[in-house]
């Protein structure tokens, strides 16, 4: 009872210390996680160097998976990108495993982390931000290192009423036939199996497996035995959290599931030829250290198979799961939620997408081509509605000031963008213009300003989810897109000046009798609408960059007020 007690003890310590460490250490990395993996995941190749990297780092591959979902979600990544993190988080999460090979099952570490645990405990009670991030994972190891001691006493107890002879023989071991062999592998595989599916954890699996051979309870083929199965116990975490989640989570969760498998197979074929190199191996290398690297040259024979065929591989898990959802759907992935990073530039990406799309309507209406329908200004709004809801249930703030200005940036961005749409729903496009130079030159500076705003909507989302293309989270701004901001600037504040100057002429324009007054005041309205356009699509575009001044007038100029009178027109009013 006592050694039950023990092991179930240990593995729990262990257990927990590996959740504490982990959430210290996510603190810590911050928002640099979400921007390492969405700058890192150039190609599959540098995806799966740096998800080995971050998760060995962070010593959790559930936090890399959640991240990268929500990354190629965004557009941030594309789906093949994500894979390469995902296969490299497998090869990452290894990295305990030879934690527990190399210290934990050879040493008694009670008498350090009991001090450990009380200082990283401190830390994180009495302090804040990186300082309590640091105590948690401080705290978190040192409750690994007991859960390994603990668990290293409940197995020395257990060796005493197991033997490797009480458990089925495996496949290579000297003196077993192939039938009774192959039967035994695949009992301890699905062992295994069930050990990491009631765990929730592979690490805390394989520790037990290494722990249990430290301690003679299992032999060192059945101890790769085990392993095989445990490495196959993961995928099923994440298969029941894809459960309900989107179709980009569903196919993360498709294709994990399917490297687990398919590195079985290849495990469970080579397992005669691997199992013989061990056993000679183990006369120069212990056999924990053997299984160590054993679970890690599994992962990364997997992933060296697969890595190459990413493409074929990506387009199997699109059929096995082709997507029902939209484009805008798509971007607008709940699991973006978690990352306000992801979050903000997914809105980011939509609304510029929205503004490029929207602009090129207008300049091609302006132009002499095909008006905005009533049923796509209805649908950028109820899109640009959409990505509001999606911001207002961002789950965390932004950590830093950089970052919360880019969310300032992308609000902006959006009201404007939303100003934009409401002035075509309500008052629609002005029609052609009747043959006044004033009229001809306002639509053309509008037409101007639009197709600049285009240009710079059209450079965020040319990479973007919505064309199935990736693009790293930033404020790049190349020398074509500098020059579309200044022109869609200059053409707005152009069409600002013309317009109060135009106001003034078609009035006079009526006593003379050049213009009944209808015509003027519709010609008034037209020009207020041709700048109101202009304007907000210069404001939405240079907030896209965070270039928007914090200048209240403009953002307010082009607001319903002006639809009464801007300042300018109530000073004309008076001096006339």
Known sequence: MSTAIAILGGVGLFLLGM?????????LAGSALRTVLGKAAATPLSGALWGAVVTLLVQSSSAVTMTTIGLVSAGLLTFPQGLGLVFGANVGTTGTGW??????????????????????????????????????????????????????????????????????????????????????????????????????????????????YYAGAVGLEQGAALIIGQNIGTATS???????????????????????????VIAI???????????????????????????????????????????????????????????????????????PVIAVETARRVVADILATFAASVSTALSGGARPTAQGTAAAAAALEEVRDFLSELKEPPETEAERHRMTSTLHALDH???????????????????????????????????????????ITSESALSAQAAPIGWSVSSEIAKALAEVEDASAKLDALQRDYRAATL?????????????????????????????????????????????AQDNQGSGSQAESTTAERQEDAAS
């Open 417 to 459: 963008a939303s100003r934009l749409v409401e002035v075509l729903a309500d008052d629609g496009l002005p029609g052609r213009p009747p043959g006044a130079l004033h009229d001809f030159r306002a639509a053309e500076l509008c037409t101007q300003a639009m197709r600049a705003a285009q240009v710079v909507g059209g450079s």
């Open 508 to 552: 006079a324009s009526v006593a003379p009798g050049k213009l009944t007054a209808a015509d003027a005041l519709t010609r008034i309205e037209a020009a207020r609408r041709l700048d109101q356009i202009a304007h907000h699509a210069w404001r939405s575009a240079a907030h896209l960059f965070g270039r928007g001044a914090p200048d209240n």
């Open 238 to 264: 994440s298969a029941l959290a894809a459960i309900g989640a989107s179709a980009t989570a569903k196919r993360l969760a498709l294709a994990y599931v399917l490297f687990k498998v398919i590195a079985a």
């Open 99 to 212: 934690l527990v090979a190399l210290i934990g099952v050879r040493v008694s570490l009670s008498a350090y982390a009991l001090p450990l645990i009380f200082a990283g405990a401190l830390a994180r009670l009495l302090s804040g931000g990186r300082i309590a991030a640091s105590g948690a994972a401080l705290a978190g190891f040192a409750l690994v290192l007991y859960g390994l001691t603990t668990l290293q006493q409940g197995m020395g107890g257990l060796a005493e009423t197991l033997h490797p002879a009480d458990l089925p023989a495996v496949l290579g071991t000297p003196g077993v036939g192939w039938a009774a062999g192959s039967i035994g592998l695949m009992t301890l595989i699905v062992v295994g199996l069930a050990m990491t599916a009631v765990m929730q954890s592979s690490t805390a699996a394989i520790a037990v497996t290494i722990s249990a």
């Open 269 to 339: 074929i080579a397992f005669p030829l691997t199992v013989a190199l061990m056993r000679a191996a183990v006369a120069s290398v212990d056999g924990m250290t053997l299984l160590a690297a054993y679970h890690t040259a599994y992962n990364v024979v997997g992933v060296a198979v697969l890595l190459p065929a990413t493409k074929p591989f990506t387009r199997i898990v699109e059929r096995l799961l082709p997507s029902r959802q939209t484009a805008l759907q798509r971007a607008l992935d709940p699991s973006a939620l978690a990352n």
């Open 19 to 27: 959740t504490v460490m982990t959430d210290g250490l996510k603190a």
